[in-house]
């Protein structure tokens, strides 16, 4: 993060001292607060404090729209934040205007791309290699998931080949050879994976875990989450993923009382993400059971727990606007046109719920399924009545 900060405030000097020069766009004592703004800033990020930072620079881009510095560190505050929707604009400004931030801007807009289920588009910016190394390896692990996204499996399993052993690549061939039909090979690739770091444990049970859920020996896949949380400290982050894989599991299991019940332990807790992640379990759970008008209330609590603006929930928050009636099916059609269909099997599947059940909507959500990906199980139970 530190030269991603120098970079954005050598791009801020290099601009305010072109505009001084040229004594555009901005007057004088405007460029001078631009300056302190600047420094404040990035003060504020190093400590962490990113809302304040995204106040001050957003100050900044009232004064002088134009720097492209200025949408830089604006971009980074907005992907710490996780807001990566609303940081696709300023990524923009930078890709369009500045080289020397071209490189890191088309990487960001990538992520975000893909964060926001576009992944057809994020490989437009993705694909490509980068001069610098920390960026390539990440641009290879984030077109790979675009691969999977886009069910191109085969491409997927070329891009990590060769690449040094990680949880990263160790995931991306798991999931591909799953979809592609080989569940003994992506078993090995998981259980040859040697690292030894509570959190290559962790990814490995987690791993394991979901491809038992997918073959839909539920009993197996929860004996593995139970073993794994043994070690685990509760309360962790740690916890939480294995909480997150509960929900999946439970859903997919259609047990109800187990899904609420883990839903409220992790809804109690401080991250954001998490917490919102639950807060969405207990919605389906709600729905699952028929209790329409208790989703509705619970539906009330995400949205006014949930920053609007996080986008790892942004699919999430536009099915509770759904269910609360701010938004229409409209909504959710213009939604599932723009998403592959790994994401589209949840939307459908939340609106099957949402319609009582409704058989035909449950049939739109299986057929938009890859291989048995969740929620494979439960669409398959509504559309069997």
């Known amino acids: 993060m530190a030269a991603a900060l120098v970079a954005a405030a050598a791009a801020c ?7 001084r020069q040229k004594r555009e766009p901005a007057p004088q004592s405007g460029l001078g607060r631009v300056e302190e703004l600047v420094a404040r800033a990035v003060g504020e990020i190093r400590a962490g404090r990113l809302r304040e930072a995204r106040e001050i620079l957003g100050e900044g881009l009232r004064i002088s729209p134009e720097a492209t510095g200025l949408h830089f560190l604006m971009g980074q505050c907005l992907r710490q934040m996780s807001c990566f929707e609303a940081s696709i604009p ?39 290699p980068f001069e610098a190394q920390a960026l390539e390896w990440g641009r290879q692990m984030a077109l790979a998931e675009c691969y999977l996204e886009l069910e191109l499996y085969e491409e997927a399993l070329r891009l990590v080949e060769g690449c040094p052993s990680s949880g990263g690549v160790v995931r991306t061939r798991h999931r591909a050879l799953c979809y592609l039909g080989r569940p003994e090979e992506a078993r090995r690739a998981v259980e040859g994976f040697e690292g030894n770091s509570p959190e ?7 791993l394991l875990a979901s491809q038992a859920r997918e073959e839909g020996d539920f009993d197996a896949a929860g004996k593995m989450l139970e073993s794994a949380s043994a070690w685990v400290e509760t309360g962790s982050s740690d916890w939480a993923k294995l909480k997150r894989s509960e929900i999946a599991l439970r859903i ?9 019940a883990v839903a409220g332990e992790l809804a109690r807790g401080p991250d954001a993400h998490v917490a919102g992640v639950a807060l969405w379990g207990r919605v389906i759970g709600m729905l699952m059971g028929d209790r329409r008008e208790e989703a509705g209330r619970a539906a009330r609590d995400f949205l006014s727990r949930v920053d609007p603006e996080f986008t790892p929930l942004r699919l999430e928050r536009l099915m509770m606007l759904h269910l609360v009636g701010e938004v229409g099916d409209e909504a959710l059609e213009d939604e599932l046109r723009s998403l592959p269909r790994s ?4 939307l459908l599947y939340y609106l099957a719920l949402a319609r009582g059940g409704d058989r035909g909507t449950a049939e739109r959500a299986l057929k938009a399924t890859p291989g048995r990906n969740f929620p494979y199980h439960a669409i398959r139970r509504l559309v069997k009545g």
């Open 13 to 19: 000097a290099a601009w305010l001292l072109g505009a």
């Open 90 to 128: 300023h990524w923009k400004a930078v890709y369009e205007r500045d080289p020397m931030g071209r490189e890191e801007a088309r990487f960001s807009l990538g992520i975000g791309l893909s964060r926001m289920g576009r992944a057809a588009e994020a490989i437009k910016y993705l694909d490509g």
């Open 200 to 206: 290559d444990r962790l990814l490995r049970s987690v």
């Open 252 to 260: 997919e299991s259609g047990e109800v009382e187990g899904l609420e």
């Open 343 to 346: 994401w589209q099997n949840d």
